[in-house]
């Protein structure tokens, strides 16, 4: 109980997405999953937006969104070209809702936010 109770918020999602995840090959390693469940965009207007829309399920490896920082998920869909992303974002895909919770966004912060989650974790050096 206590040694739990004193593990850093990181490591203790860490070691519940290593539970629930089975992605094969592909699951974000220990660096990113602590990276994704760490930072923000840089722009506090952005991080604003982020952290009540899109980091509920990009910054948890609980759901089938890639994962912010794991740039292994992020770069197929990257290859689709940035006007796809956002199209789909904005019309929804699989388990993301429709603007991706943020109905007030616009296109380019869209395009910002998907930047930021899809720059991979070691880039950011982290
Ligand atoms: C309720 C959960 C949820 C929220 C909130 C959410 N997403 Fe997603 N997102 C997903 C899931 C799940 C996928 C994978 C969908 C698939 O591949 O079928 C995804 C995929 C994506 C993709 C890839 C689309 C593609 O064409 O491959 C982008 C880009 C994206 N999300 C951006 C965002 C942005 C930006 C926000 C915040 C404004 C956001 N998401 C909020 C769950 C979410």
């Given at each position: 109980m206590k040694l739990h109770q004193r593990l850093p918020g990181a490591v203790a999602a860490t070691i519940a997405i290593a539970l629930t995840a089975?992605?094969?090959?592909h699951s974000p390693s220990a660096a990113v999953q602590a990276h994704a469940a760490n930072s923000s965009p840089a722009s506090p207007e952005l991080a604003a937006v982020y952290q009540r829309?899109?980091?509920?399920?990009?910054?948890?490896?609980?759901?089938d969104a890639p994962l912010t920082g794991h740039g292994d998920a992020w770069q197929p869909r990257l290859d689709k070209g940035m006007d796809t992303l956002v199209d789909n974002v904005v019309s929804g895909m699989g388990g993301m809702p429709p603007y991706g919770l943020c109905m007030d966004c616009n296109a380019e912060q869209f395009r910002q936010l998907i930047r930021f989650m899809a720059t991979p974790a070691e880039a950011e050096g982290q």
């Open positions: 089975c992605n094969g090959d829309s899109c980091q509920t399920c990009h910054a948890r490896g609980t759901s």
